[in-house]
């Protein structure tokens, strides 16, 4: 039974510090999530954020810059759109320059970033040959190689302290980034190790996240002590706490200790923001819960990989982190279409990786190609976009990292032993999959969505300016999670969940009445299921990984063998035994239990516009909500297909985005290339559901007037850049 509230007006009334939803039974994990250090954010200010990116800014690692540092190849990198740079370690003296690149960077007035300020071999842990003999210990359940420990704390504060002193005296500094790729194991590897030689930090965690109920754990573990337990499992039985909560614990005690370096740094350079680069995917391993990760940094470089970009802009506190990607120039083509389409989504740069950029001294001629794009998007819309606010329809998809976590438990089985081989997650997970298919279905409808974490809904609730609520395979979820996402149904919200959502608890536990949420949703689930009643009836997942570890189409991953029961409506049931689509009201609200996986929609849209019609089974709900989109691209004969739109607030205006939304190529190393790209020039109308006041095209600076429809030629790998006065009508 979950505990009973008071009204927080008469705790107000006692003279206590009010907490949303107080209650007089405490909750120790609620308590937890809204007192610990592991939630509290290091200071960052949208002022001294927004000062150091004031404008997009393209920043080349120059690990192939033959050009040298020179005021002809400045003229250069400023005439290109190059407006930006970088600095290793101590690597400002360059050569080709009398007085080094630091004073090469001032005079063409670059704004830099420091890369590897907290040095190397610390936080990432394999760029030397001196680490390999330990990769073997990844998988044990020892100590992390080079233990997190007050010591490396005090040996990086002096690396920090010398490399923030080289720079410091340049105005054109940007950013402090603490190591590349950074992991508590090796990127997200598959990793057993505990983060720390601190044999009593786990014990207090677990008193700190349990209470007075806090397990005795007597020896750490692996996934090899879960595994075989999987098929015979049944929800009711299922306890996978004892290795989840290491995973969270190491998350933790990481990132923790990357605010703590933070903090440091600010303290030598309050004005420059730091973070890290070479971001990797949501992920049960490494350091990758970015409901933790966001509230600890102030600028961030992260990989298009596993919906990361979308969740660092959901979680980024008024758009002011500084979030970069990486850049490898493939085509001049599909640098313009990156350029474009990551500004759209609030990007404030890119980190360009300088390989073959040059034939000797003299650049390659796709640089002319591409600099039109560079220096309009550093001069015109980067400006325009600096502190303007992420709009969307009402949507909330949720961030569960728990589930993350046993879902890759799940998903490891098929492997047996190879398990330690695993890579490459993003593209074999249930998680990631489904996450990104819900994101596919959303944007080919013309709807925007933040992601919401599960520790911004425990500390404040679900907001108001959400109409639904998403939960993608959100297969654990707290008994606060599970209060705060009914109070947001019963006050009038809609909440849609695919399959089996809060069977589990936050740690991993199985719950032996049900699911959490089963009232809500009018359905019970049987605390006696096992692997044999969901999807194929042999894993506790859709897919066998193991046999579609190689995979090349998202049709043979989802075929290949691949027994799942397939609804009439082309989507794959979850619990097999059980009817599809249950609605049920709750309160003011409307709960939707889809009982459907949505992964066969990364297919359908490949296949083009007529297959992905087929989304409308998980759409239907949200528009029965009131969830509409307001504006719309349309082209000839659905020619438009893939296209998105976003929009933004700034000031008085507002700004919108219409782009592709292809695939993308990308790996734990970076990238973000686009998978079918198309250039052909569409015709195409831009149609807002009501007229929109004072329009103007931002790239052209023409004035479009007042009106609802108005045409572009649109050339598919750039955008269409429109602003208006007020709100959108809907």
């Not at 290793?88 to 360059?94: F, M, N, V, Y």
């Not at 007075?212 to 009711?236: C, F, K, M």
């Not at 990481?254 to 890290?276: H, K, R, S």
Request: glycine share 10%.
């Amino acid at each position: 039974m979950r505990a009973r509230y008071f009204p927080a007006i008469v705790l107000a009334a006692a003279g206590l510090c009010f907490v949303p939803w107080a209650h007089a039974a405490v909750d120790p994990y609620e308590q937890y999530v809204q007192t610990s250090k592991d939630f509290r954010p290091v200071r960052q200010d949208p002022a001294v954020l927004l000062t150091a990116f004031p404008s997009w800014t393209y920043m080349p690692w120059t690990y192939q810059w033959t050009i040298g540092y020179t005021p002809a190849s400045g003229g250069w990198s400023v005439e290109h759109g190059y407006n930006g740079a970088f600095v290793d370690w101590d690597g400002i003296a360059a050569e080709g320059s009398k007085t080094g690149r630091l004073d090469w960077i001032n005079q063409n007035q670059l704004r830099f970033y420091v890369d590897h300020t907290a040095a190397k071999h610390y936080l990432h842990l394999w760029d030397g040959n001196d680490m390999r003999p330990h990769v073997n210990e990844l998988h044990s359940g020892g100590v992390r190689s080079e233990p997190v420990n007050a010591a490396m704390a005090e040996t990086l504060h002096g690396f920090i302290k010398h490399h923030i002193e080289t720079v410091k005296s340049s105005p054109y500094r940007a950013a402090y980034a603490l190591d590349d790729e950074i992991s508590w194991g090796h990127f997200v590897h598959p990793t057993m190790w505990c983060v720390t030689d601190d044999k009593a930090a786990y014990s207090a965690w677990l008193t700190e996240i349990y209470g007075a109920a806090a397990p005795e754990r007597s020896h750490w573990i692996t996934y090899n002590d879960i595994q075989p337990r999987l098929r015979t499992w049944t929800v009711g039985e299922s306890d996978a706490s004892p290795l989840m909560d290491q995973w969270t614990f190491n998350d933790s005690y990481w990132n923790n200790f990357l605010g703590d370096l933070v903090e440091y740094a600010n303290g030598i350079d309050p004005a420059t923001p730091c973070g890290f680069v070479g971001g990797q995917c949501p992920s049960p391993f490494g350091g990758y819960d970015y409901a933790k990760v966001m509230r600890k940094v102030q600028f961030i470089e992260a990989y298009n990989i596993g919906s990361s970009q979308a969740i660092i802009r959901s979680f980024n506190p008024q758009n002011a982190i500084p979030a970069v990607t990486s850049h490898f120039h493939r085509s001049a083509d599909d640098d313009i279409w990156q350029t474009w389409y990551y500004l759209a989504h609030g990007n404030r740069g890119m980190i360009g990786w300088v390989e073959g950029w040059f034939d000797g001294k003299t650049p390659k001629p796709w640089h002319d190609q591409v600099a039109p794009t560079y220096l309009e998007a550093g001069k015109k819309i980067g400006p325009l976009m600096s502190g303007a606010q992420w709009m969307h329809d009402g949507v909330a998809i949720y961030y569960s990292h728990p589930s993350i976590q046993l879902g890759w438990i799940f998903d490891a089985e098929a492997h047996g032993k190879t398990w330690t081989n695993r890579n490459g997650d993003d593209r074999l997970g249930a998680s990631h999959h489904v996450r990104h298919a819900w994101e596919n279905m959303l944007r080919d409808e013309g709807l925007q969505y933040n992601f919401l974490s599960y520790a911004d809904v425990i500390q404040k609730g679900i907001p108001a300016e959400y109409k639904v609520l998403v939960l993608p395979a959100c297969l654990c979820l707290s008994d606060v999670e599970a209060r705060r996402i009914e109070e947001f149904c019963k006050a009038g919200g809609t909440v849609i969940a695919d399959y089996l959502p809060g069977l589990w608890d936050q740690h991993g536990k199985g719950r032996s009445a049900g699911g959490v949420l089963d009232e809500m949703f009018g359905v019970k689930h049987d605390p006696k299921m096992s692997a044999a009643d969901v999807f194929g009836g042999k894993l506790w997942c859709e897919v066998n990984q193991d046999a579609n570890f190689s995979w090349k189409t998202y049709e043979q991953f989802l075929t290949r063998e691949n027994t799942c029961i397939e609804d009439p409506a082309g989507f794959n049931k979850a619990v097999r035994n059980t009817p599809i689509s249950s609605t049920n009201h709750y309160g003011k609200g409307t709960a939707v239990l889809m009982n459907l996986s949505p992964q066969w929609y990364n297919a359908y849209r490949v296949a083009g516009a007529e297959e992905a019609k087929k989304r409308a089974v998980f759409l239907n709900p949200l528009h029965a909500a009131g969830v509409q989109r307001w504006a719309s691209i349309v082209g000839k004969n659905g020619s438009e297909h893939g296209v998105e739109i976003t929009y933004w607030k700034q000031g008085t205006r507002r700004i919108l985005f219409a782009c592709l939304n292809p695939e993308i190529a990308v790996s734990s190393t970076g990238g973000g290339n686009a998978v079918g790209l198309k250039t052909e020039v569409l015709p195409v109308t831009l149609t807002f559901a009501k007229d929109v006041k004072d329009a103007r095209d931002e790239r052209t600076g023409k004035d479009l007037g007042a009106g609802r429809e108005f045409k572009f030629d649109w050339k598919m790998n750039e955008a269409i850049v429109v602003s208006f006065a007020g709100e959108p009508g809907k």
